[in-house]
Structures are given as structure tokens and as C-alpha cells.
């Protein structure tokens, strides 16, 4: 009997060993199950979220950049930048995506005029995609055909067209952009049917003075398929609101994006400018 009962004595504590084991065994797998799905929870929800946030943080800060620069936009309204005078500030254009590139050609009154042989280096440096545009006032034809010879895209004509003196003589053969000044609006219609003329541009009563005018007078221009501009005193500043008045197909800055002492493009300047634009 004693044997017996030491016997089961010893089976019970056994028992008791074995079940105390095992739950510990239990517990441990529970607690280690437990800790490695809070590791993986842990790594599905909080390391793609920290590199989701800053995937977002840089898509932000990339799209702001475009918005600044102008490549993120839907604006239509075209720029462009007058009274350039050397292949550096072409570069700029290049960079901020800008439709045409003025140069002034043949008006030594112009602190911004410079020579054919200048012309050509500036446009060397520009992107194909930026059209070259002639600034002239009254040219004559032997002028006008200097700038067809260089390759301009187009000439921008203050004052008088030149006619040819005879009808064998060839026509002007790069598409022309009138301008207009304050005082001379009202010969608009001499060269509204005028199938030499691509485009107009609204001027200041003094071109490249940095003026603005009165934007109203340009409601009474009747609208056609052919470009307008708006230029006369435009810079970041201001343009939105000319855009927003007006509604031309492009704007034209030529003082507004120069340095303080107006000598030279400044490259911040025109890259406020095409902002402004396309915001």
C-alpha cells in the first residue's frame, strides 16, 4: 500500500511538472507569437507609411517647384521676353520654357540694340522650340531682308511697314507682328485684313519704358484669329492681373525682368515672371 501510494504520490507530481511545463511552454510561444505579429503589424503599417510620408513630401515639394518653374500648369498664355542682348540671358529663356525671344535690330536710340552678327549668337543659344522675333522700328526693305537672311521667325514692326517698289520685287517673307502704340491704336484697321500680319502687340506710348497703359483701351480692338500681345510695363508683379483683364493670347516683358541698374536680363525675374504666367 505504501508503495502504491508513493507510486501515485510521485505520478501526481509528475503530472503537476509535466502540465506546469507545458504551460509555460504555452505562454512562452503565446508571448513570442505575439511579439513577432506586433514586428510584422509594425513593419506593414508603420515603416511604408514613414517612407509613404516621405514619398508625399518630396511628390509636394516637386510639384511646388513645377508650379514655380511653370511645367505643372495648364496656362495657354504664351511669353514672351524682349530686348535680349547676349546668348547668356537666351539661356534663361531656355530654362523657364518661354515662347519667342525679342531682339532689337537696327534703333540706336535703344539701349538694348544690338547687331545682326549679336542676333545670330543669341539665337545659336536658343532652344529650337523659342521663336526668334525681330524688333524693329520703320524698317527698310534692305533691313527686313538682313533679318529673313539671319533667321528670324518673325519681325516686329513699330511704325511703318516697308513696301516693296516694285511688283517683282519678293514680298516680306517672315510673318509679321504689328505693334501698336497708345497713340497710334486707331490705325488698327489699316492692318487688320492685312495678310502679311500674324500677330499685334499693344505697347506702352514709349516701348521698353517700363509704363504700363490703360488696359480698357484694348476692349475696343476687335478680336481675330491672328496672336495678341500685351506688353508696356508688364513684370511679376503685375501680370497676373493684365492677364486676367485683358486676356491675350501671349504677354511681351522686356524692363520688367531686367536687373536693377536695367542693364541685362535677371534670371529670377523672368523666372517670377513665367510663375506668375502659368499660376
Known amino acids: 500500500y505504501k508503495i502504491l501510494y508513493l507510486t501515485s504520490y510521485n505520478l501526481t507530481s509528475l503530472s503537476v511538472n509535466v502540465f506546469t511545463s507545458f504551460f509555460k511552454i504555452i505562454v512562452f510561444f503565446c508571448n513570442y507569437t505575439f511579439f513577432q505579429n506586433q514586428s510584422r503589424l509594425s513593419s506593414k503599417l508603420f515603416l511604408p507609411n514613414f517612407f509613404v510620408s516621405i514619398s508625399s513630401t518630396h511628390k509636394y515639394e516637386k510639384k511646388d517647384i513645377n508650379t514655380k518653374i511653370n511645367l505643372d500648369t495648364n496656362s495657354s498664355t504664351k511669353i514672351k521676353i524682349c530686348g535680349l542682348t547676349s546668348p547668356a540671358e537666351a539661356r534663361y529663356?531656355?530654362?523657364n520654357h518661354v515662347d519667342f525671344a525679342g531682339m532689337v535690330l537696327f534703333f540706336p536710340k535703344s539701349k538694348r540694340n544690338i547687331s545682326i552678327e549679336q542676333a545670330k549668337d543669341i539665337m545659336?543659344?536658343?532652344?529650337?522650340?523659342?521663336?526668334?522675333?525681330?524688333?524693329?522700328?520703320?524698317?527698310s526693305i534692305e533691313q527686313v531682308r538682313q533679318i529673313e537672311a539671319a533667321g528670324f521667325d518673325?519681325?516686329?514692326?513699330?511704325?511703318?511697314?516697308?513696301?516693296?517698289?516694285?511688283?517683282?520685287?519678293?514680298?516680306?517673307?517672315?510673318?509679321?507682328?504689328?505693334?501698336?502704340?497708345?497713340?497710334?491704336?486707331d490705325s488698327y484697321e489699316k492692318y487688320h485684313n492685312d495678310s502679311r500680319i500674324a500677330g499685334y502687340v499693344f505697347d506702352a506710348i514709349e516701348p521698353g519704358s517700363g509704363k504700363t497703359f490703360d488696359w480698357k483701351l484694348v476692349d475696343n480692338i476687335p478680336r481675330d484669329e491672328k496672336l495678341l500681345l500685351l506688353a508696356g510695363g508688364l513684370n511679376p508683379d503685375n501680370v497676373r492681373m493684365a492677364i486676367e483683364a485683358v486676356h491675350p493670347d501671349?504677354?511681351?516683358v522686356s524692363s520688367g525682368v531686367e536687373n536693377d541698374d536695367k542693364v541685362g536680363k535677371n534670371p529670377e525675374k523672368i523666372h517670377d515672371f513665367?510663375?506668375?504666367v502659368k499660376s
Do not use: W
Not at 124 to 137: E, G, H, Q, Y
Not at 155 to 176: L, S
Open 124 to 139: 545659336a543659344a536658343l532652344d529650337a522650340s523659342i521663336k526668334r522675333v525681330a524688333v524693329v522700328v520703320s524698317p
Open 250 to 252: 501671349g504677354v511681351d
Open 154 to 185: 518673325y519681325v516686329q514692326i513699330h511704325g511703318e511697314i516697308p513696301e516693296t517698289e516694285t511688283e517683282a520685287e519678293a514680298a516680306i517673307a517672315i510673318p509679321i507682328l504689328k505693334a501698336f502704340n497708345v497713340s497710334d491704336m
Open 93 to 95: 529663356l531656355n530654362e
Open 274 to 276: 513665367v510663375a506668375a
